[in-house]
């Protein structure tokens, strides 16, 4: 690898010009890795130690002087916290399972038959807004900010302590059915769901993938949410019973179907490394990591969703499993370090409206319009969530 890093090492005085927009050094690219490191994972290690350094040299210029690069909370891979950091997450995340809505009134409760939870209302939220928060302006920060609320309920509604955990699938790409994630003991996130043998491959249309089918199927049925309702959905599940309408009281299990399949086509080291270095622009970054405007037509994101299979691949109810957050926690990182390595350029770079692919057309955002939260807490202003040590925020990855 021949590329050294932007921000950092530049003057006091180049910088206050970079702050303007003319910042020379140019963000690595994967041309500049050997097809091997990018497929280990050394480029990607690489330009995440960049991003953050570049993070650290640059904090004095954000938003928030309280937060600093050494205060801020630093978020963990899911098999480095202490199993018992891990049992306290998903015995937070069952109370907030089972824990009442706290913020739907007795006048909206009958237009939410399906929300019984705190956590319903996340799902039910982003049932709400599922056209308005994916391949849009906001896809990232509106993720980014819906996170951060469930991991402010986990602290202050359920008492966790820890670091918000996610998931980096490429460690996983080899056999994700067998990950820590799903070893299905009380230090897992819960099991695989049960297997289902004699399945056919399923045609997703609107994807244009043959799906195989995965190496479960049915309801998770050891270790953290086996025993859990699923309320809401599924609205969008090739060959299921899908609601009538969108906030159905739809009692059922925890299903998952995990599946190599998606991990090993779009979530590899590989895949992520090129997502991240060679698309410059926000508008290409944003449409390639979801699977629109390309031949790869489930991006990150989407492979993520489906790799978990069942209730994690239901467009509009998905938050329903608690791996969701997990997937978005990565997902926010592959944005964090994307952002950090060239922050003047990228920090706030925002493009497109608030309807998905601008259907029906909308009016292109701004930092200052607002992003809807529904059930789950105050509507919040784009541009203060767009920057992980600004405004509100103060949190970074390792
Ligand atoms: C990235 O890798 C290069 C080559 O091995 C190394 O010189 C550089 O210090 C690394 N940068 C970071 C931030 O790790
Ligand atoms: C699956 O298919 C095989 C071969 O057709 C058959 O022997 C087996 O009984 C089937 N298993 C189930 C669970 O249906
Ligand atoms: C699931 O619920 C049943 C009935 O309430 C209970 O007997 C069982 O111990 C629970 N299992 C787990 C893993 O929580
Ligand atoms: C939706 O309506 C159809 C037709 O009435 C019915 O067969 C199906 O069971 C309903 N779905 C659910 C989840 O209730
Ligand atoms: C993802 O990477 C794998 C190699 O790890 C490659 O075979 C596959 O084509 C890539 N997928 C996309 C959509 O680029
Ligand atoms: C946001 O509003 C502020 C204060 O009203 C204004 O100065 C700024 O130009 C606006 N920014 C955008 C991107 O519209
Ligand atoms: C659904 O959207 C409407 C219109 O923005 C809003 O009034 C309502 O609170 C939302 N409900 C949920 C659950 O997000
Ligand atoms: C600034 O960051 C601190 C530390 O995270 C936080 O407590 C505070 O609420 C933030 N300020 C604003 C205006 O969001
Ligand atoms: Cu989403």
Request: charged content about 15%.
């Amino acid at each position: 690898m021949r590329f050294t890093t932007a921000a950092v090492g530049l003057t006091a005085a180049t910088l206050a010009s970079a702050q303007v927009g003319v910042s020379g050094a140019r963000a690595p690219l994967t041309s500049d890795y050997t097809a091997a490191e990018v497929a280990d994972g050394t480029a990607f290690n690489n330009v995440s130690r960049m991003a953050l350094e570049n993070m650290q040299y640059n904090i004095g210029h954000r938003t928030n002087n309280s937060c600093t690069y050494d205060n801020a909370q630093q978020r963990q891979e899911w098999r480095t916290l202490a199993p018992a950091t891990r049992k306290s997450f998903t015995d937070a995340v069952t109370c907030l399972m089972t824990m009442p809505p706290t913020h739907m009134t007795a006048d909206e409760a009958p237009g939410y038959p399906g929300v019984k939870s705190r956590h319903d209302e996340y799902v039910a939220t982003h049932i709400n807004y599922t056209y308005n928060i994916h391949d849009t302006a906001d896809f990232f920060t509106w993720h980014r900010t819906f996170v951060h609320f469930w991991e402010h309920d986990l602290k202050n509604l359920c008492g966790y302590t820890g670091v918000l955990p996610y998931w980096n699938w490429a460690l996983d790409v080899e056999a994700p059915q067998d990950s820590p994630l799903f070893l299905g003991d009380e230090y897992s996130l819960g099991s695989n769901g049960k297997y289902i043998a004699n399945r056919s491959d399923i045609y997703l249309y609107a994807q244009s993938v043959n799906m195989p089918p995965g190496t479960g199927g049915g309801c998770v049925y050891s270790g953290p949410f086996s025993n859990i309702s699923v309320n809401l959905g599924p609205l969008d599940l090739p060959n299921e019973n899908n609601v009538n309408s969108s906030f159905e009281y739809n009692p059922r299990c925890l299903k998952r179907d995990i599946n190599p399949y998606f991990l090993q086509n779009y979530n590899s080291y590989t895949n992520i490394t090129e997502t991240m270095l060679d698309n410059i622009y926000i508008e290409d970054f944003q449409d390639i990591f979801q699977g629109y405007g390309s031949s790869n037509t489930l991006g990150l994101h989407g492979g993520g969703h489906y790799t978990g299979g069942g209730s994690m691949m239901d467009f509009h109810s998905s938050p329903a499993d608690p791996l969701f957050f997990l997937h978005h926690g990565m997902v926010d990182r592959v944005y964090t370090i994307w952002q950090n390595l060239d922050i003047y350029r990228r920090q706030t770079a925002i493009s497109g409206t608030s309807t998905l692919g601008n259907s029906p057309p909308s009016a292109e955002m701004t930092l200052n319009d607002t992003m809807p939260f529904g059930l789950v807490g105050p509507d919040v202003r784009f541009g203060d969530y767009i920057d992980t040590f600004g405004g509100p925020l103060c949190y970074r990855y390792d």
